[in-house]
């Protein structure tokens, strides 16, 4: 009786590679192996599984219908042996493997990468993996194990641990408050030159505010607008415009008058959160990660 061969974990994992770069060649240099050894290994996995998982040409490759479901199986698959290895493993302390992390472009270069780079001295078992993505991530479809990132967490299934804390302010240069005035309150502020940054999902029009009677929203409007803080507070610096910016990113000028807040009572929260999957959340790798992410930012001193 001829029997069918079952898929091996290696090749389910390459098979998550190449989806995840959509390209053989690029998952062969992440991986280390030949593209030949992939396209070969690809090759039994669909014999395996009996259903073609890419459609192959030479510009591109994407999933058929039966690889997007043949995905997120492999993913889980590759996630729970994962998950069954540090539940038997008696060096929880010291975890092993990939971690794969996103996070919004200003935040991830400026504050996260440093704390990885600690993180991975202090690991160095672990494999780290991080994407800076402006724009909403699907942690589940799309294999991230952490994301972090700054504001409020909505969707379900997630489990969210708050990092470190910090909040958003108003802030101009002062040449830009000779030239224009000090708003006074926010209904001013849509007279002003505001310079909002567009970050993910967010509304970048619409500053929501906390304030002395709760929340606020003004909508505001400028000649400029980014998608970058590191641009965003460059212009404020430049005397272009009204930002609302991170302190964390804005202190040092703030101390040293290159910028000045504005309407000092009304701020945006803006905490740091770790959000992974709800079934991840006993993960050694995660569980490691997010306890030396909150104790590197409470000892950079890093919030309001």
Same mark, same amino acid.
């Given at each position: 009786?001829?029997?069918?061969?079952?898929?091996?974990?290696?090749?389910?994992?390459?098979?998550?590679?190449?989806?995840?770069?959509?390209?053989?060649?690029?998952?062969?240099?992440?991986?280390?192996?030949?593209?030949?050894?992939?396209?070969?290994?690809?090759?039994?996995?669909?014999?395996?599984?009996?259903?073609?998982?890419?459609?192959?040409?030479?510009?591109?490759?994407?999933?058929?219908?039966?690889?997007?479901?043949?995905?997120?199986?492999?993913?889980?698959?590759?996630?729970?042996?994962?998950?069954?290895?540090?539940?038997?493993?008696?060096?929880?302390?010291?975890?092993?493997?990939?971690?794969?992390?996103?996070?919004?472009?200003?935040?991830?270069?400026?504050?996260?990468?440093?704390?990885?780079?600690?993180?991975?001295?202090?690991?160095?078992?672990?494999?780290?993996?991080?994407?800076?993505?402006?724009?909403?991530?699907?942690?589940?479809?799309?294999?991230?194990?952490?994301?972090?990132?700054?504001?409020?967490?909505?969707?379900?299934?997630?489990?969210?641990?708050?990092?470190?804390?910090?909040?958003?302010?108003?802030?101009? $240069?002062?040449?830009?408050? %000779?030239? &224009? *005035?000090?708003?006074?309150?926010?209904?001013? @502020?849509? /007279? #002003?030159?505001? !310079?909002?940054?567009?970050?993910?999902?967010?509304?970048?029009?619409?500053?929501?505010?906390?304030?002395?009677?709760?929340?606020?929203?003004?909508?505001? $409007?400028?000649?400029?607008? %980014?998608? &970058? *803080?590191?641009?965003?507070?460059?212009?404020? @610096?430049? /005397? #272009?415009?009204? !930002?609302?910016?991170?302190?964390?990113?804005?202190?040092?000028?703030?101390?040293?008058?290159?910028?000045?807040?504005?309407?000092?009572?009304?701020?945006?929260?803006?905490?740091?959160? %770790?959000?992974?999957?709800?079934?991840?959340?006993?993960?050694?790798?995660?569980?490691?990660?997010?306890?030396?992410?909150?104790?590197?930012?409470?000892?950079?001193?890093?919030?309001?």
């Amino acid at each position: 009786m001829n029997t069918i061969p079952l898929p091996q974990l290696d090749d389910l994992r390459l098979f998550c590679g190449v989806a995840r770069h959509s390209s053989f060649a690029m998952a062969a240099r992440t991986l280390g192996v030949s593209k030949a050894l992939i396209s070969k290994r690809i090759g039994l996995l669909e014999a395996a599984l009996q259903v073609r998982l890419f459609h192959r040409t030479t510009r591109s490759v994407t999933l058929t219908p039966q690889g997007e479901l043949a995905l997120s199986w492999a993913r889980r698959i590759a996630e729970d042996v994962d998950l069954l290895g540090e539940a038997l493993s008696q060096e929880r302390a010291a975890p092993a493997g990939l971690l794969r992390l996103c996070s919004s472009t200003g935040f991830g270069s400026r504050h996260l990468a440093p704390a990885l780079s600690a993180l991975a001295q202090a690991h160095p078992q672990m494999q780290i993996e991080l994407e800076l993505l402006d724009r909403p991530v699907d942690l589940i479809e799309e294999g991230f194990q952490l994301d972090l990132r700054l504001g409020h967490v909505h969707e379900g299934h997630v489990t969210a641990r708050r990092v470190a804390r910090n909040r958003r302010v108003l802030c101009a $240069s002062p040449a830009y408050l %000779a030239r &224009h *005035g000090i708003p006074h309150t926010l209904d001013e @502020l849509p /007279g #002003h030159r505001c !310079i909002p940054i567009r970050e993910r999902d967010q509304d970048f029009a619409r500053w929501d505010l906390v304030g002395p009677e709760g929340a606020a929203s003004v909508r505001v $409007s400028g000649p400029l607008s %980014a998608n &970058h *803080g590191g641009v965003v507070r460059q212009w404020a @610096l430049d /005397g #272009h415009g009204i !930002i609302l910016r991170s302190t964390w990113d804005v202190q040092d000028d703030l101390a040293a008058g290159r910028l000045v807040q504005l309407l000092p009572a009304y701020h945006q929260p803006a905490d740091v959160w %770790a959000v992974c999957p709800s079934r991840l959340s006993a993960s050694a790798r995660v569980r490691v990660c997010v306890e030396f992410l909150q104790d590197w930012f409470s000892r950079a001193g890093l919030g309001p």
